[in-house]
Structures are given as structure tokens and as C-alpha cells.
């Protein structure tokens, strides 16, 4: 039986990031073409080229360089330089010279090539343009139907004109008082205010203009159509009134009063 | 109808890839948009020259534009494939020499779907931080082989090493690599 003289795992990992000598490179691509052992280690080494590749920072491309190669893939480039790199490396590509007879069929078969391929990428770029106008054209005819389909119903004869305005606003509770701070006599008429629940009721109160806490001035329920009044409540004399406000309080009243202050007004004008 | 919205376009890859297939410029924008400073970036580094790097990125998407069946699915990430593609064809330039063996047979790459940019910016971001902790004799020696291109031999010359110590170096430093990776 032969021995057969496997690739060490040191180099397959050379060879894997192409650290190897061309000539070793070519020994070991020799080996693998004929020993399934060493490619399936060659393969268990899982992208250790791309892990380091990747460590590498990230760069912001060229100004350009996006619509540079946008503008090669519109263009369909099928080039045979950079675009396939089988043969040679695209950027070492040098000149020949050769003798001018030799290169006048070729030369003129490659003007018909050239030619061709310029009338194939005419050709293309018309096709393009055309399926562009299509969809412009498609997209224009759509809004134009849509158009004359709004002024028909705005021009129809018997067409129904119909104005929608808002629902009447309930209106807003507001109330009057009239108050003779000498004699310690307000009256209080209050209209519009929202039902409350039975548990509850609304309560007057007098702000005194001297800072003092709020005076209770009356407690009062709106009828069905939220009215309701109060008349010479029992309340000192002589307090000089900042404002007047109403709040809804638990049945029986407040000491103090519980906001929100549905109404409120200040006094214009009299004592 | 021309799509612009990148939103439109698959996350994954493969489904990229099929659209390129079927001659959508758009996807192909799309592709190039996802690894084009990936595999600009990598040449750079190799080559060191703007101009050439972009020749080599023009190349590749070029290249991918034309045969996207080239790449194989199955045998590992979009990105590893790119990234490969544009360290070797860097380094035959660098080198002046014919393209190097198909990327195929050395690139296995299981690294996640690297589509999104998220997964692809963290998983750049910890083979750096990998390819930081190696011990600096054993990164210097992979990013001579790696990013300029030497052999194990030009490399013991230059930093008057052992042959052995090399490749000791260089295979200690990629086992390092693969299995903190596959962690």
C-alpha cells in the first residue's frame, strides 16, 4: 500500500490566505486536486481570509464612485477588462506592437464589433427610454380620466348642492350676579349648566379681594333646562369681592372648593 | 415602474441577489450600497492608492452585476465573499500577478446574515477588536501575509524570523480568530 503524503494543516492555513510561494501554492493545488482528505480540512478553515478582511475600518467611498458604477451597469458593460479579471489583471494591461499588416483584418473586424456593440447599446438604451415614455404616458392618461371625472360631477345639471355645516354648539352655562357687598346680599341666576348626578351640587363661592379663603355663598341645582338661581344667600357683610365662581360639590357642600371652577366672573362695576 | 426606496428592496442577500440575476439596477445599486465601502475599503488598505482601490471595487460589483450566480449561498456570507474577492484581487495587483485561485475554494464563512447594517457594523466591529487581542507579533505577521500581500518566506526575511515561526505565528493567529469568532 502507499503512503500517501498529506498537505500539513499550517500550510493549508497559508494556503487558505495565499501566504504559500506561487510554486508551493501550486504543490498544494496539485494535492487537493487528488486528496479529498486535505480539501475537506481545507474546507473545515471557515473564511479565516474573510475574518480578516473584515477587520479592516471602514472607508467612506470616493466622491462619485457610486454613480461611476451606476453608470457602467445602465450601460450594460460587458467589458472584457476589469469586469471579467479571468484572464489578466485589468490595471496591468499593456500594449503590444505588432506588425500593422497583421492587425488590418482584425482591426477591421473589431470596427464591425465595435460598431455593432454600439448600435446593440443604442438599441438598448432606446428601449429603455421608450419603456420609460410608456409608463409616463400610462401614469398621464390615469390622472387625466380622474380629471375630467371631477369636473363632470361638479358641472352635472342635476347634481344635488348640499351645505353641511357644524351641529349647533350646546350652549355655554354662564350666569349673572348682582351683589351689594354692605349688605351682604347677592343673587345669582345661572342658566345653561349640565345636569350633574344626584349625589352632587353646584356651590357658589365669593373670592374676597383680600386674600382670605373663599367664602361658600349658596349651594343650587339646575332645573330640566339648566337653570337655577340663588337668591340673598346667608353671607357676611361687608366683603369687598375679587370674583365669583361656581364648583360641583358632594350634596350637602364644601368648605373649600373642589376644582374645577365651572363658572367664574369678576365684579365691573358698583360698591 | 423604477424603484427607488431602498425600504423596497429584500434584507436578506440571496433575495438581492435574485433580482440582480433577473438585471434589476436597482438591487444592484442596492448590493453596492450595502458592501461597497467594505470592499473599497479593504482594497485600500491593500493598495493604498484611492484610485486603484476603486478600479478594484468597480471590478468586483462589476463582475458580481454580471455573473451573480458566482456566489454561492451555501458556502457563506455575501460579505466574506465580497470582502475575499477584494483582498485577493488587491493583492494580485499589489503583486502584479494573475488572478489567484477561485475565492470558492477557501472562503467558508458562516457569519450571519451581514445584510442589515447593524449585524454587519458589529460584527466588523468585534473581528476588530479580535485581530486587537492577538499578541502584536502574531497580527503583524497575519496583516504582512493578509494585507500586503507576502508569503511566509518574505515574511521570515523581513522580520528575521524562523520559517517555522512564521507559520506557527500566522496559524495560531487564525485558529485564534475562527474560534473566538464562532463563540
Known amino acids: 500500500m502507499k503512503d500517501v503524503v498529506h498537505i500539513p494543516q499550517e500550510d493549508l492555513a497559508l494556503y487558505a490566505i495565499q501566504a504559500l510561494a506561487p510554486e508551493e501554492m501550486a504543490d498544494v493545488r496539485q494535492h487537493l486536486d487528488v486528496c479529498e482528505m486535505c480539501r475537506g480540512t481545507l474546507a473545515q478553515l471557515p473564511g479565516d481570509l474573510a475574518l480578516v478582511a473584515m477587520s479592516t475600518e471602514q472607508l467612506p467611498l470616493p466622491h462619485g464612485a457610486r454613480e461611476r458604477f451606476l453608470e457602467r451597469i445602465s450601460g450594460e458593460v460587458t467589458g472584457s477588462e476589469s469586469a471579467t479579471g479571468v484572464d489578466r489583471p485589468a490595471i496591468l494591461q499593456m500594449p503590444q506592437r505588432h506588425r500593422l499588416s497583421i492587425w488590418i483584418p482584425w482591426s477591421a473586424a473589431a470596427a464591425l464589433l465595435a460598431i455593432s456593440a454600439g448600435l446593440g447599446i443604442q438599441l438598448h438604451f432606446t428601449d429603455q427610454a421608450l419603456q420609460q415614455q410608456t409608463i409616463l404616458s400610462e401614469n398621464e392618461a390615469a390622472e387625466s380620466a380622474r380629471a375630467r371625472q371631477v369636473l363632470d360631477v361638479l358641472t352635472a345639471r342635476n347634481a344635488q348642492h348640499v351645505l353641511l355645516t357644524a351641529s349647533p354648539a350646546r350652549a355655554l352655562p354662564s350666569a349673572r350676579a348682582v351683589y351689594l357687598p354692605s349688605r351682604g346680599a347677592l343673587i345669582l341666576e345661572a342658566v345653561n349648566l349640565a345636569p350633574i348626578a344626584g349625589d352632587k351640587t353646584y356651590e357658589l363661592w365669593i373670592i374676597p379681594a383680600n386674600g382670605k379663603p373663599p367664602i361658600p355663598a349658596g349651594l343650587f341645582h339646575p332645573d330640566a333646562a339648566g337653570n337655577a338661581s340663588v337668591v340673598l344667600p346667608d353671607i357676611p357683610k361687608n366683603v369687598e369681592a375679587k370674583a365669583f365662581g361656581v364648583t360641583i360639590e358632594n350634596t350637602g357642600g364644601s368648605s373649600t372648593p373642589t376644582l374645577p371652577i365651572v363658572i367664574s366672573g369678576a365684579p365691573t362695576a358698583g360698591e | ?183
Open chain 2, 1 to 183: 415602474m423604477v424603484r427607488r426606496d431602498s425600504e423596497q428592496f429584500p434584507d436578506g442577500d440571496d433575495a438581492l441577489l435574485l433580482l440582480v440575476q433577473a438585471r434589476d439596477q436597482c438591487a444592484m445599486a442596492q448590493l453596492f450600497d450595502r458592501y461597497g465601502s467594505l470592499v473599497y475599503s479593504i482594497a485600500f488598505r491593500v493598495l493604498k492608492d484611492s484610485a486603484s482601490a476603486e478600479d478594484v471595487m468597480q471590478e468586483i460589483f462589476i463582475r458580481v452585476w454580471e455573473n451573480p450566480q458566482a456566489y454561492v449561498s451555501g458556502r457563506g456570507s455575501l460579505a466574506a465573499w465580497l470582502a475575499v474577492m477584494a483582498r485577493n484581487r488587491a493583492v494580485d495587483i499589489l503583486r502584479r500577478r494573475k488572478p489567484a485561485d477561485p475565492v470558492e475554494e477557501v472562503v467558508l464563512a458562516a457569519l450571519g446574515n451581514l445584510a442589515a447594517d447593524a449585524e454587519r457594523n458589529i460584527m466588523f466591529e468585534r473581528i476588530r477588536g479580535l485581530l486587537g487581542q492577538l499578541p502584536n507579533d502574531q497580527r503583524y505577521s497575519v496583516e504582512l501575509a493578509f494585507f500586503e500581500g507576502l508569503t511566509h518566506s518574505e515574511i521570515a526575511e523581513r522580520t528575521n524570523v524562523p520559517l517555522g515561526t512564521v507559520k506557527t505565528r500566522i496559524r495560531t493567529a487564525l485558529l485564534f480568530l475562527r474560534e473566538a469568532v464562532q463563540v
